[in-house]
């Protein structure tokens, strides 16, 4: 399976700053990413995909791809409580989502 | 975007039986996957289902241990066969979705407990 490294352990962000987390890949040929929200107890829920070099936003979310550099980026500003989870990144090819390890995110109120 | 219905939702079953798990998607999906996330870890996927031939298993998972039947576009099951507790884990669903460009849908999960 193609690898996806997310090698950042538990990130702990003040209410209202921005949590930055990131992820890299191997196959240069990867053409779409996303990242995953994951709730305690929940199963993953899509919030961001990209395709294309550089940024795109959603909301307070913001993903970023460099297939320079492969990695792939996704910024949260003025985080909230609401934000604290495991952010899971993916890349497909043949069809196939490959997910990193996931980074946990705790926003401190 | 697709709306999966897992069931069960969890369930504790003892060593050496079987649990099947179904998923019924509100719309017609060419292929479907099963993943499993083991406690603290990420998602792996088990195996493919397309309707109308045999699913194709990902490297580390065999069809006797993990059957599956993908009888029409919007249903599939997934059977954990002879059950250990190594096989403890949450069990997901998921469909592809073009308009996210192909990302994926989860349903909610079940999770095994095997005592």
């Known amino acids: 399976q193609k690898e996806v490294e997310q090698n950042s352990g538990p990130l702990s962000v003040p209410e209202g700053a921005i949590a930055s987390l990131n992820c890299t890949y191997s196959d240069r040929g990867s053409q779409s990413f996303f990242w995953y929200r994951q709730y305690s107890g929940k199963s993953p829920e899509l919030i961001m995909f990209i395709y294309s070099n550089g940024d795109k936003e959603d909301g307070r979310f913001t993903a970023q791809l460099n297939k320079a550099s492969q990695y792939v980026s996704l910024l949260i500003r003025d985080s909230q409580p609401s934000d604290s989870a495991t952010y899971l990144c993916a890349e497909i090819g043949n069809n196939r989502l490959a997910f990193g390890k996931g980074n946990q995110v705790v926003v401190i109120p | 975007s697709a709306v999966i219905s897992q069931k069960p939702s969890r369930d504790i079953c003892q060593r050496g039986t079987s649990l099947t798990i179904q998923c019924q998607v509100d719309?017609?999906?060419?292929?479907m996957f099963w993943y499993r996330q083991q406690p603290g870890q990420s998602l792996t996927l088990i195996a493919t289902?397309?309707?109308?031939?045999?699913?194709?298993?990902e490297s580390g998972f065999v069809i006797d241990k993990f059957p599956i039947s993908r009888p029409n576009l919007t249903f599939s099951t997934l059977t954990v066969s002879n059950m250990s507790p190594e096989d403890s884990s949450i069990y997901l669903c998921?469909?592809?979705?073009?308009?996210?460009?192909?990302?994926?849908?989860f349903g909610s999960g079940t999770r095994l407990t095997v005592v």
């Open positions: 998921s469909v592809e979705e073009f308009e996210v460009h192909y990302g994926y849908t």
């Open positions: 289902a397309n309707q109308g031939s045999e699913a194709t298993y």
């Open positions: 719309s017609q999906v060419t292929m």
